[in-house]
């Protein structure tokens, strides 16, 4: 859920993680398993405000966007582009935008788009969520093919790339559709430093950041991972982490490449009597331990 929340660092730093778990449990509460193939929004749903309704859509729309660059496009690493504008530069040429790809009609000019995916190599992705609650909205899909297809180039490098997604929520299951269109007239250069960009992306777990010096480890399979617990003392044994050797390059203030992230290819999802996780391709790890007495976890005292 946190790919559609802007400055997430600084609220992270302001508001805790807290935050995010709020987001988190207001938006899956209003959305259900049909006999566990897929997903569609609860009765309960439609009776929200509609300001509420439209928030709830929009954080779908992101997540659904950034599971299909992940596991259908490779990316390694999806984010949002507002968390990184004070390193990412948008250098607009000269030229008078003309989409290429016309399905509709749209009076909106056409904006930066939502999210970059960077995969192995260094390939890459433009994309942009559209989520609605209330039917597929032509012009807003338009919009969004538009968004895309301004972007020329990131670091100089033609993007792999470039998804416009609009998911209606309205049916039963969501229907997803993506555009990956191109233009004559491509006139946005995006240029930014990828090691700061990672370094970014991953500051959530440095520990001065965090104002922190304790953290767990767990081995699970051929990886070790940081962990920080989510919950007080008293709650579930909730924890959110990331691959020990980002963790570690993190807080040594070592540089951080594509090439040096692990290579989990796709997500893993586990559940049992133990434990309940999932890791997502840029090695951060969301983990439930049911059993905390059948899991060897070392808390560090301090980090050297």
Known sequence: MTIGYPKLYNAISQLGLGRFLELY????NYVEYNNANYLKLKRSFFTLDPSEQKSISYFI?????????????????VDNINNHKTLIRFITGSATFTPKVKLYSTTKNPREPDLLGISRGSEYHILEAKGYSSGFKAAEFQHAIN?????????????????ACFFDLSTSPFVGTI?????????????????????????????????RKTFWTIQLGFFE????????????????????????????????TISDLPKIVEFENRSDEKLN????????????????????????????
């Not at 991953?202 to 001065?208: P, Q, V, W």
């Not at 840029?282 to 560090?300: H, Q, S, T, W």
């Open 147 to 163: 968004q895309v297809s301004k972007v020329n180039t990131v670091n100089s490098k033609i993007p792999l790339t470039k998804s």
């Open 25 to 28: 449990f207001r938006t899956r």
């Open 225 to 256: 991972f940081a962990l920080f617990r989510v919950f007080p003392p008293h709650q579930p044994f909730i924890y959110y982490g990331v691959e020990f050797s980002i963790f570690e390059k993190i807080n040594r203030r070592k540089t951080l």
């Open 277 to 304: 996780y999932s890791i997502g391709p840029d090695g951060i790890i969301f983990l439930e331990i049911r059993n905390p007495l059948r899991m060897k976890l070392v808390r560090a005292t301090k980090w050297v």
């Open 61 to 77: 729309g992101q997540s659904l966007t950034k599971l299909f660059a992940e596991k259908k496009l490779g990316c390694i690493l």
């Open 179 to 211: 555009v990956d269109p191109d233009s004559d007239d491509k006139n946005l250069e995006i240029v930014f430093e990828e090691n700061l960009f990672l370094e970014e992306y991953y500051s959530i777990f440095n520990l001065k950041f965090l104002n």
